[in-house]
């Protein structure tokens, strides 16, 4: 069957669809000898040779679908320039290549799924799904209603209006305020750049739900795999 070689490369356990882009554009993936340099490509996914870093890519016949507890100070990319520790450590003893859907910050904790499901990985990380995120926020002194209003309204971040946000203060001390947010996209650092142009910086960010996945009381640095209910949801997005 012919399919675009990101998509098989995504399948097999390389990477996301988004990341096997980039491996294509720089060079890094060839079929039957030949090195591909450009999207759009498609393949014969069983008769044609695709190697990355020398080795054949091999569908993956068994998908894998797992919950992690991200802890701060671990990176979600699979290799880390600078050497941080990676959420692929915390998953060593899976023996499929497995990869996060999307990102969390290297200070950020809470909800990331894994898996080696590249189409899932597209739909959950396409801007077009809105999939929502639940965050538990602690920020540094004490919104008034100006800020809030302005952050449920939607706000210019890098030049570019973020949609409407929830936000709702839940309890507050001499200090901070703890807040329970909810975006629909998952742009760079984006709690954060919204936090610090309401002029209240974050001092601590959390992940507790993705649509209607909860983490619950999963502890930190440990993953569990989703039930069949969570993927059918998921898939169903």
């Avoid at 340099?37 to 890519?57: F, M, P, S, W």
């Avoid at 671990?74 to 899976?94: E, M, N």
């Avoid at 909810?182 to 954060?192: A, D, F, K, L, V």
């Amino acid at each position: 069957m012919e399919v675009r070689l990101q998509k098989f490369l995504a399948e097999a356990g390389i990477a996301s669809r988004r990341k096997s882009e980039e491996l294509i554009l720089a060079g890094e993936i060839s079929v039957n000898g030949n090195v591909v340099r450009e999207l759009g490509v498609k393949i014969n996914d069983k008769t044609d040779v695709v190697l990355y870093k020398g080795e054949r890519v091999q569908p993956q016949s068994r998908k894998v679908y797992i919950m992690l507890h991200k802890p701060e100070g671990f990176v979600t990319t699979v290799k880390d320039q600078f050497g941080r520790a990676s959420v692929a450590d915390l998953v060593k003893d899976i023996d499929e290549r497995i990869f996060p859907v999307g990102r969390l910050d290297y200070n950020t904790s809470g909800l990331l799924i894994m898996t080696n499901d590249g189409s899932l990985t597209y739909k959950l990380t396409h801007p077009k799904y809105e999939v929502s995120k639940k965050y538990m926020v602690k920020i540094y002194g004490e919104p008034d209603a100006k800020a809030l209003k302005k952050f449920r309204n939607g706000m210019y971040i890098d030049g570019k209006k973020t949609k409407p946000a929830k936000i709702d203060i839940t309890k507050k001390d001499e200090r901070f305020s703890y807040a329970e947010i909810t975006i629909s996209e998952g742009r760079n650092r984006q709690i954060r750049k919204m936090c610090e142009e309401i002029k209240h910086p974050v001092a601590s960010l959390k992940r507790i739900a993705v649509g209607e996945l909860s983490l619950g009381d999963l502890p930190k640095g440990k993953y569990r795999p989703l039930t069949q209910k969570e993927i059918d949801y998921l898939k169903s997005l």
